[in-house]
T-cell receptor, first 113, second 114 residues
Framework: KQEVTQIPAALSVPEGENLVLNCSFT??????LQWFRQDPGKGLTSLLL?????REQTSGRLNASLDKSSGRSTLYIAASQPGDSATYLC????????????FGRGTSLIVHP | NAGVMQNPRHLVRRRGQEARLRCSPM?????VYWYRQLPEEGLKFMVY????????ESGMPKERFSAEFPKEGPSILRIQQVVRGDSAAYFC????????????FGEGSWLTVV
């Protein structure tokens, strides 16, 4: 059974810092990995999708990397802003089976001015 | 192209009543997922459906919970005889046909059982 862990659980940083959020998974036979953002009381917004054959994806100030062999992904946020404050979740889709994304518990990020 | 639409956004039910949560997937999407999120917990998978078929319901409680995705109309998550422990946010997500595509989430339905 796939288990997804996100570290740290919470993070508070001053504006302008570069951040790294971590996601680890136990079954390396993944199809893809997706990073989401969730604001309080809202749904999840997809940020980046990395296919198993890819090593990284970039969108603006966000960069996500994937290392299947070690079961890890990182989300790098450059030059953080208060508007980046949210919970960040990663979801892993395992190959085979019924292709159901498994989520970590998320990292709650606060960027203060 | 409208996103995943869920309604109601907020629902209050007394213990023992029924709750019906609706989800209209994005246009062209044939896969629907339901997840439950409790305070301070992650998203827990409940059920995965394609049109008129339940593909995987391994996360659904054995009693009182059911889901459907008919040929026409939205997907429905139905909770009978609600209890206080059913209070949670219920999220629906959809994806296009095929495997491994980006999934898109609705804004959620917040159920409160009083």
């Amino acid at each position: 059974k796939q288990e997804v862990t996100q570290i740290p659980a919470a993070l508070s940083v001053p504006e302008g810092e570069n951040l790294v959020l971590n996601c680890s998974f136990t079954d390396s036979a993944i199809y893809n990995l997706q990073w989401f953002r969730q604001d309080p009381g809202k749904g999840l917004t997809s940020l980046l999708l990395i296919q198993s054959s890819q090593r990284e994806q970039t969108s603006g100030r966000l960069n996500a990397s994937l290392d299947k062999s070690s079961g890890r992904s990182t989300l790098y946020i450059a030059a953080s802003q208060p508007g980046d404050s949210a919970t960040y979740l990663c979801a892993v889709l395992v190959s085979g089976g019924s292709y159901i994304p498994t989520f970590g518990r998320g990292t709650s990020l606060i960027v203060h001015p | 192209n409208a996103g995943v639409m869920q309604n109601p956004r907020h629902l209050v039910r007394r213990r023992g009543q029924e709750a019906r949560l609706r989800c209209s997937p994005m246009k062209g999407h044939s896969h629907v997922y339901w997840y439950r999120q409790l305070p301070e917990e992650g998203l827990k998978f409940m059920v995965y459906l394609q049109k008129e078929n339940i593909i995987d319901e391994s996360g659904m409680p054995k009693e009182r919970f059911s889901a459907e995705f008919p040929k026409e109309g939205p997907s429905i998550l139905r909770i009978q005889q609600v209890v206080r422990g059913d209070s949670a946010a219920y999220f629906c997500a959809s994806s296009p046909p095929g495997q491994g595509n980006t999934i898109y989430f609705g804004e959620g339905s917040w159920l409160t059982v009083v």
